[in-house]
């Protein structure tokens, strides 16, 4: 076995599909585990039908992302993992380049494609550490303005070493897992950054290779809830500071992320009394505030499902 390719699934049925489809046009031995967050769109049926060889792991309720992959990594029998989107595709055979380049050195233990977009244009699939000045920026609407997290487009287009990689397509060597105990159930969001950043910590070297692509449909699961997506999203990024920054960012994080919510919000009561997007964002931010208290009150875990 080359490689086991573990997909976390939920309620993108047609998504799947077309991922597992293209996995098997690769000229690798794959193991392909499905890990199914109690989906209720016929994953499963599909699956049993049309691609009886995938291992599945059916879960009766939806225990996230990280938690599900560390499901099937720990079914998985090959030296070599690759947690994949269900909402991807790969291009030629992307996988079999990343494989190479993975095996040509020593040091490397952790490598990510060039994820592209539907119509097939660049999506940002690496990232810096994000900081407190990030957070600063974002705020007042200036992150794009003073980018400290994106790498340039022209970055992107060689081969280097990012700080994090993004989980939609990330392969790493199992003996990784010795040093880094698989993704942090904590996160619901971020949980990448915060593997990457892990497997740093223990002198790993990660690398982003363009030469291998794969299209990325891109949160066809978190887009049909906004609560989940900017609830998590801001939360995520307190739990980052408070497990890898020291006291001051931590707290900084708290009182600038709860000004974002805020101000979020106020700006979206009156564009929500005539527009149902800007209504339901306007909501999220208010759920947003609730669970943001939660995790003041001591709910660590605040994953949103």
Known sequence: MTVSII??????KEF???????????????EIIVVDNNSNDGTLEMLKNLYPFVRIIANEKNVG????????????????????????????????????????QKEICVVGPKLLNSDLSLQVSVWKYPSVTYLFLELFYLHRTFNTLNYSTKKMAECFEPDAL???ALLFKRDLLQKVDGLDPL?????DIDFCYRAHQTGCKIFYYPFAE?????GKSSLKNQHIAISNQLISKIKFERKHGGTLTYVIAL??????????YLLLITPSLFNSSARVKRNAYYFSLKKYFNFIAGDRNVITN
Request: aromatic share 10%; net charge negative.
């Open 187 to 191: 996160f619901f969001w971020m949980e």
């Open 166 to 168: 993004s989980g939609a």
């Open 214 to 218: 794969i299209i990325h449909y891109s």
């Open 255 to 264: 009182a600038v992320i709860l000004l974002h919510i805020i101000s979020r």
């Open 7 to 12: 997909i976390v699934s939920y309620n993108v």
């Open 16 to 30: 799947l599909e077309r991922c597992i489809s293209s996995i098997t046009r690769s000229s690798e031995k794959v």
């Open 65 to 104: 992302f990280s938690a599900a992959n560390n499901q099937g990594i720990a079914l998985a029998s090959a030296d070599v993992i690759f947690l994949l989107n269900p909402d991807t595709e790969l291009v030629d055979d992307s996988l079999s380049k990343l494989l190479l380049f993975l095996n040509q």
